[in-house]
């Protein structure tokens, strides 16, 4: 998902309703409301040492991420308070350049993907959260990485389009990131393939395949630390084709394919914080405690998604689409190829 806009966010100096702003021109900003650091004395020494957070100049690293937001995105609409732009700090290693194309990104992509982020709140979703496509697992890993637990198997394509699901998983990355643990220690996937067939296959196409990737790696202030695919039919050949092309090598490291061999699994994800369904001792998949976290944060949703927000055309406009989010059109070859390979795979 490289979804970096080309010339970065230095572009927005190119925009003449921003240059044509003097400083003096621009309204008061916000006072942000103060923030309290939630980490343990554990996870502070391992932001320290793995995102280069020092807690001596953490409130002037954001101070300095939210000038850069004034001075070059004036007109951009987003948060500025102190918790919001650690996200971005904390998925950048703290790098101020990095960090503010990371949050240029996560509003472009927005933007410019209405049928999944237009009106995202969990009850638009009932249906996708009650068919147990995903959850959380209620324990997280060794490393303190909550699990995301995805069967793409509970899903019926004749109930709701694709993007249903896409939008499910934004909403639980958006409740995660909220919690400073998951910025620090990132997050897992268990993908459970069991039964994915050659039709529903066809529907994770090379145009949604990058949207999905490009927000996950460039558009998103997340860390994902692990992918692992469990239960894959020889189908998956083909969907990891699909895939593969838009991963940073990084990410690809990160893939582990266990196919039915959970003692794979285990090696990676103990036995004790994992469902019987997977070899685990934490007893049967409940999806229901995930969902009320997520039907109780509607307002939070409510607030963030389903206002009218201008945003600057000038900023987000101007700039080149990120590399994740191409036309259908420029899709069209490269899905006639992969079609060919699912069939190959049977």
């Known amino acids: 998902m ?6 970065s966010v230095h572009s927005a100096r190119l925009c003449p309703s921003v240059a044509s702003l003097s400083e003096n021109e621009l309204p008061p900003p916000a006072e ?3 923030y309290v650091c939630s980490l ?40 500025l308070d102190d918790a919001f732009l650690l996200r971005f700090l904390r998925a950048r290693k703290f790098d101020y350049d990095r960090a503010l194309q990371l949050l240029v990104n996560y509003h472009s992509c927005r933007r410019s993907w209405p049928e999944v982020f237009n009106n995202l709140k969990p009850s ?7 068919s147990g496509f ?17 069967r793409p198997d ?6 709701y389009p694709i993007t249903e699901n896409i939008r499910a998983i934004y909403l639980t990355l958006e409740k995660l990131i909220q919690s400073e643990e998951t910025q620090v220690n990132g997050i897992v996937i268990l993908a459970d393939y069991k039964g994915v067939s050659l039709s529903k296959a066809s529907h994770f196409g090379p145009f949604i395949a990058k949207k999905v990737i490009g927000i996950l790696q460039d558009g998103f202030p997340i860390r994902i630390k692990a992918v692992h695919v469990v239960n894959e039919p020889r189908i998956f050949k083909g969907i990891f084709a699909i895939i593969k092309p838009f991963l940073k090598e990084k990410i690809a490291n990160r893939f582990f394919l266990h196919g039915s061999d959970l003692n794979s699994l285990h090696t990676s994800l103990p036995r004790s914080i994992l469902p019987k369904e997977y070899g685990g001792t934490a007893g049967e998949l409940d999806i229901t405690a995930w969902n009320a976290v997520l039907l109780a ?4 949703f409510v607030r963030e998604f389903c206002q009218t927000v201008p945003v600057c055309d000038s900023i987000l406009g101007q ?22 390979q699912l069939y190959s795979c049977y």
């Open 124 to 130: 638009a979703l009932k249906d996708v959260l009650a």
């Open 32 to 34: 942000p409301p103060g």
């Open 297 to 300: 944060s509607e307002e939070d």
């Open 154 to 159: 509970r899903w019926i394509p004749s109930n």
């Open 2 to 7: 490289a979804l970096a806009v080309p010339g």
């Open 40 to 79: 343990t004395e554990d996870l502070v020494t391992k932001a320290r040492e793995e995102l280069q957070e020092k807690p001596e100049w953490r409130l002037r690293d954001v101070q300095a991420l939210r000038d850069m937001v004034r001075k070059e995105c004036p007109n951009l609409s987003t948060s």
């Open 319 to 340: 700039a080149l689409p990120p590399e994740g989010l191409t036309s259908d059109a420029q899709c069209d070859d490269s899905l006639r190829a992969v079609k060919s």
């Open 134 to 150: 995903l959850t959380v697992l209620p324990h997280t890993d060794p490393r303190g990485c909550h699990i995301l637990c995805m």
